[in-house]
């Protein structure tokens, strides 16, 4: 199985816009340079940081560069600025193991991180671990050696899934990944999939899947495209029956696709959850119990909503992120 790395990364124009826009426009509250700007809103305690526990602490928060990610690493900003901390934004790093590497090194403090990169592409694991706790478990028990301390992990699971439209949805009846397995043996024609390139020739992609599955889908029935297209013609459904697409993807909602299930549990779980620096907890240990809150309050449905305010509304990551937590309680905005 190749690595997650890629994945991650996303390859989509619709990422690659996000990140240029914040490269151009990041000020200072802006979702962060790599080189870090000081994260300066006027942010106070709700139910998390009262009495400042984290009052004269220099702190440092990072990200990959894909939306969803982003927006973690400013929920972490935010939460530790409220707590009194003075933050530094180095969110939106290029691809998984740059970020990771800051947090190895002490370069960051933290960000969020998930639990099926850290199985699969850090800890060199091939077969994932079917239940999420315990493969968080395992990650946090794992990468202890590395330096690294990862705190109890979310219900927001950014994995593979197959989608398709209402139209077809109603048509086929087709709720899992074993139905589409039935549906490919008994007609095959009907099984056509858009895909980005690197799904279609992933061990942990669309190779993996049919094997797992049984499916039969012929490779004309295959048509490779980018991810932001995927979801447009999953959408239209005339170019092709079913889109690969990620599970808290804001569009999955906004164009009203319906998500397989992935009933014998082939695609790795992965669940975010803080990967902190082991140096930063032991001096600031209380971190643990400022984060616990936010990321027990994330999951899919929370992460569509606010991917969606920036893949689909065009919303500023750091915006959307500071609203919800003030929408939640967990800081309040102004002095």
């Known amino acids: 199985m190749k690595t997650a790395v890629r994945r991650r990364a996303r390859g989509s124009a619709a990422r690659a816009a996000v990140a240029g826009l914040l490269l151009s426009a990041a000020g200072p509250v802006g979702c962060g340079l790599v080189s870090g700007s000081p994260m300066s809103d006027d942010v106070r305690p709700g139910t998390l940081g009262r009495g400042l526990p984290l009052k004269g602490a220099e702190l ?148 993996g899947m049919a094997k797992a599955y049984g499916m039969s889908i012929p490779a004309g029935n295959v048509k490779k495209m980018t991810s932001g297209v995927v979801y447009t013609q999953a959408a239209q459904g005339t170019s092709c029956t079913f889109g690969e697409v990620y599970t808290t993807d804001g569009r999955i909602k906004a164009m009203g696709l319906h998500v397989l299930q992935d009933d014998r549990h082939f695609f790795p779980n992965y669940n975010a959850a803080p990967e902190m620096n082991a140096a930063t907890m032991k001096k600031y240990p209380q971190i643990a119990g400022l984060l616990a809150p936010v990321t027990k309050a994330l999951d899919n449905a929370v992460a569509q909503r606010l ?24 800081v309040k905005d102004g002095g």
């Not at 992990?153 to 087709?174: E, I, M, W």
């Not at 709720?175 to 799904?199: I, M």
């Not at 065009?314 to 003030?326: C, I, S």
């Open 60 to 207: 440092t928060v990072t990200s990959k560069e894909f939306t969803e990610n982003i927006i973690l690493g400013q929920l972490m900003g935010l939460v530790f600025k409220a707590a009194g901390a003075t933050v530094v934004d180095k969110t939106n790093i290029q691809g998984s193991i740059g970020a990771r590497e800051a947090v190895k090194s002490g370069t960051a403090d933290g960000m969020y991180e998930y639990t099926g990169t850290g199985w699969i592409t850090y800890l060199g694991h091939e077969r994932p671990i079917t239940d999420p706790q315990k493969q968080w478990e395992a990650v946090r028990d794992g990468d202890r050696a590395n330096g690294l301390e990862w705190l109890p992990q979310s219900k927001l699971n950014n994995t593979y899934a197959l989608a398709l439209n209402d139209a077809h949805f109603k048509r086929l009846g087709v709720k899992t990944l074993s139905d589409v397995a039935e549906l490919s043996r008994k007609d095959p024609g009907a099984v056509t999939l858009c895909a980005e390139a690197e799904f279609s020739a992933r061990n942990d992609g669309l190779p």
């Open 307 to 330: 991917n969606a305010k920036v893949d689909v509304e065009g919303q500023d990551p750091h915006e959307v992120a500071k609203d919800w937590l003030v929408e939640k309680g967990f």
